[in-house]
């Protein structure tokens, strides 16, 4: 099988944007796409106001939640969603790319917004999170899709085949 180009095109960018994050340990990427146009990427950080050394990078998920990194984390599906310069109602119908599956806390903000599909490289490793994402997308219509090794999509979550022709290019 070929390589969906324009899957590997939109994986790599989220890859490259992931690239940027200060996160020594997790690094996420993500691109909102519509037509085969990029609206906005993003990656995983702190607030652009708040200063990077004071995120404590090395706590675990056992520490006080002051004092875990997540906390501080603006998670890269949702800093490409505020990053888009133009109104929040132009990401209805978009798909967004991440490379990895989205916890329930931006399947939420993913599902708001209205983007429609999202397609995800690895797939996130606490089970709890993505059974909570998988209930989160089914029930709010929003398609979820893995890439296999050439870049096309696996489905998973949505077994509704005339959709999956229909919107994929
Ligand atoms: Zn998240």
């Not at 993505?130 to 979550?157: H, M, P, Q």
């Amino acid at each position: 099988m070929l390589v969906n180009k324009w899957n590997h095109y939109f994986m790599s960018i989220a890859e490259e944007s992931a690239n940027l994050s200060k996160d020594p340990k997790t690094k996420v990427g993500a691109v909102i796409v519509h037509n085969k146009r990029i609206k906005s990427t993003g990656y995983n950080g702190a607030p652009s106001s708040f200063p990077d050394d004071q995120v404590p990078w090395d706590s675990s998920d056992d520490d006080e939640l002051i004092n875990q990194k997540n906390t501080y984390m603006v998670h890269a599906e949702l800093n490409a969603i505020l990053n888009y310069d133009g109104q929040m109602a132009d990401l209805k119908d978009t798909t967004l790319y991440c490379t990895v599956s989205p916890c329930s806390r931006c399947a939420c903000m993913i599902a708001q917004v209205g983007i429609k599909n999202v397609i995800y490289k690895e797939k996130y490793h606490r089970k709890n999170e993505t059974d909570a994402t998988d209930r989160i997308f089914k029930l709010s219509g929003v398609k979820c899709y893995s890439l296999d090794s050439e870049y096309n999509i696996r489905r998973e979550v949505d077994d509704d085949d005339d959709y999956y022709h229909r919107w994929f290019f």
